[in-house]
T-cell receptor, first 111, second 113 residues
Framework: TQLLEQSPQFLSIQEGENLTVYCNSS?????LQWYRQEPGEGPVLLVT?????EVKKLKRLTFQFGDARKDSSLHITAAQTGDTGLYLC???????????FGKGTLLTVNP | DADVTQTPRNRITKTGKRIMLECSQT?????MYWYRQDPGLGLRLIYY???????NKGEISDGYSVSRQAQAKFSLSLESAIPNQTALYFC????????????FGSGTRLTVV
């Protein structure tokens, strides 16, 4: 069974601060995806990283895939209240080629 | 219209009742999935279907059944609802590779009393 551990589980910060959330596994994934979920809605895909060491930027969000394709991080610069939500990482791979989700990091950005 | 539509959005039902949650998609994807989300437990896969004739159990399929009526439609049934099936249920779709992201519906909040 492939497991993804996300940390921290909860994060509450002030607007303008920087933050990093982590997604770790002992398993290798062929790709890793990050989703954001807002209350009352389904998760929405932010990014997919495929190559070990890959870095992708989406405005103030920077995503990195570990060299060994076992871990990933999401860094947010100058957080805004609109960044509030549940951030989920999901690894793709394994014998059935399905996504395995972490339990998420609940981010609250206070004004 | 949303790419993935789930009905109903909210439902309260009694223990022992049969209930069906419906999902339809306009993405033209072959693959469809049903997940449940519980606080602290994340998203757990109930059933998945790689095409109309291919249906597979996920990690928590006991107490649930599914039907893939067409490429665009995938329904989830609780044959005899119990309180610990109270959860947020999501349907999702992906293309045939599955590796470039899932598209989720807005979810069904189910309460079993």
């Amino acid at each position: 069974t492939q497991l993804l551990e996300q940390s921290p589980q909860f994060l509450s910060i002030q607007e303008g601060e920087n933050l990093t959330v982590y997604c770790n596994s002992s398993s290798v994934f062929s790709s890793l995806q990050w989703y954001r979920q807002e209350p009352g809605e389904g998760p929405v895909l932010l990014v997919t990283v495929v190559t070990g060491g890959e870095v992708k930027k989406l405005k103030r969000l920077t995503f990195q895939f570990g060299d060994a394709r076992k871990d990933s991080s999401l860094h947010i610069t100058a957080a805004q209240t609109g960044d509030t939500g549940l951030y989920l990482c999901a690894g793709f791979g394994g014998s059935n080629y399905k996504l395995t989700f972490g339990k998420g990091t609940l981010l609250t950005v206070n004004p | 219209d949303a790419d993935v539509t789930q009905t109903p959005r909210n439902r309260i039902t009694k223990t022992g009742k049969r209930i069906m949650l419906e999902c339809s998609q306009t993405k033209g994807h072959d693959r469809m999935y049903w997940y449940r989300q519980d606080p602290g437990l994340g998203l757990r896969l109930i059933y998945y279907s790689f095409d109309v004739k291919d249906i597979n159990k996920g990690e928590i399929s006991d107490g649930y059944s599914v039907s893939r009526q067409a490429q665009a439609k995938f329904s989830l049934s609780l044959e005899s609802a119990i309180p610990n099936q109270t959860a947020l249920y999501f349907c999702a779709t992906s293309d045939s590779t599955g590796s470039y992201g899932y598209t989720f519906g807005s979810g069904t909040r189910l309460t079993v009393v």
